[in-house]
């Protein structure tokens, strides 16, 4: 099997792969609703809440949109310090609303007090930051900025990417005061892609009913009238759901504390060996993502050509994201990818490393 060392779409397990090759039902079956209703049931551990979950047939960027479609009729504060957060602030402006960006530099992680400096000056509906950046390998402090956004302005709800690390990290929704968290299928859930998950607390649905305009498709209240019913207003990606049912199992089998240290573990282990060859990581310590991890290049890598070599061998990293491509690379370490995999993608690159000088890159 090939390993995917980049950040989504992952390896998936063959098991996993199979599940969705069962036959189709129909999506208003009692036979279909009693398999949503396990998938959605079990993903609530995962959140670590006793919220709701909705599984959609969307990537992970379909719930940025729901966010602030929903839970925000004017005023939306992003905190930016990465391209997914960018992304978001994107969503928010061509959604119509009238959203600020506090911008920090990508190497540094988001401030809890100056989003709570920012809230005491304007009393926004709604703040948003990515818990894992995954462009810079940025694990930032949602639980801290969470604590200062209820500390300045209790009525202000907090929504968290978590694409690229919820089952990976560990993201109490209910115990840090999130009020919605989503993730994608494609990354530390080892899914192929296709499917997007959010749970959402009961207060951000009080405050959607009284949002104008949320649209059809992504419509919080809609998609919660029909969760009721173990369903979703549209048609659901019945096979992607045959697979997360089973994959929740293994995930689950693995054991969550379990799953969160293999993944730390990993990340401790690329972040060492990168150190060791003079690269620094370019997240600050203390707040490096468990998930994914941005080398420096310091070696001035030709990252096509290393991509190549070790395409050679069935392995394959991930080049810098947008500003810091060539700059810096990336090493995903998420889903199926097992501390033996991370050896052998590190024998690899020892081994592109002796072989460098003679190849005039
Ligand atoms: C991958 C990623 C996204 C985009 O997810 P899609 O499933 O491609 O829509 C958003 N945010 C973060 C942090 C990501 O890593």
Redesign the pocket.
């Known amino acids: 099997m090939p390993h995917m060392f980049v950040?989504?779409p992952v390896d998936v397990a063959d098991e996993v792969l199979q599940a969705q090759a069962q036959p189709m039902l129909p999506h208003r079956s009692p036979e279909y609703e009693a398999i949503h209703r396990r998938a959605a049931e079990k993903a609530r551990q995962l959140f670590f809440t006793r919220h709701r979950v909705f599984l959609m047939a969307?990537?992970?960027?379909?719930f940025?949109e729901a966010a602030v479609r929903n839970l925000a009729r004017e005023r939306i504060l992003v905190c930016a310090n990465?391209a997914?957060a960018e992304?978001?602030f994107q969503v928010a402006t061509t959604n119509g609303k009238n959203a600020d960006k506090l911008t920090f530099e990508w190497d540094e992680p988001i401030a809890a007090e100056v989003v709570a400096a920012a809230l005491q000056k304007t009393p926004y509906e709604l703040v948003v930051l990515?818990?894992?950046?995954?462009s810079t390998g940025m694990q930032n402090p949602v639980r801290e900025v969470a604590e200062a956004v209820r500390a300045t302005r209790p009525d202000t709800l907090i929504a968290v990417?978590?694409?690229?690390?919820l089952g990976g990290a560990k993201i109490e929704m209910d115990a840090w005061g999130l009020d919605m968290v989503f993730t994608?299928?494609?990354?530390c859930l080892a899914l192929p892609?296709g499917l997007?998950l959010a749970a959402v607390s009961d207060r951000a649905l009080q405050k959607a009913e009284t949002v104008p305009d949320r649209g059809w498709y992504f419509d919080l209240v809609r998609l919660e009238k029909h969760r009721l019913k173990d369903s979703t207003p549209a048609t659901p990606a019945i096979s992607l759901i045959y697979a997360l049912d089973r994959q929740l199992d293994r995930i689950l089998e693995e054991g969550l504390d379990a799953r969160f240290a293999r993944h730390a573990a990993m990340a401790r282990r690329v972040q060492t060996w990168a150190e060791a060859h003079g690269m620094p990581v370019f997240a600050p310590e203390g707040y490096r993502s468990h998930t994914v991890t941005t080398i420096v290049n310091t070696h001035d890598w030709d990252i096509a050509a290393l991509n190549a070599f070790l395409m050679e061998r069935e392995m394959r990293i991930a080049n810098g994201y947008g500003p810091l491509k060539n700059k810096t690379f990336r090493i995903a370490h998420m889903g199926e990818t097992q501390p033996h995999h991370i050896e052998e993608l590190l024998t690899a690159l020892e081994e592109f490393i002796r072989q460098r000088p003679s190849r005039k890159s």
């Open positions: 950040p989504g969307s990537s992970g960027t379909g940025q990465g997914f992304r978001w990515v818990h894992n950046e995954t990417d978590a694409v690229s690390s994608s299928s494609q990354k892609p997007a």
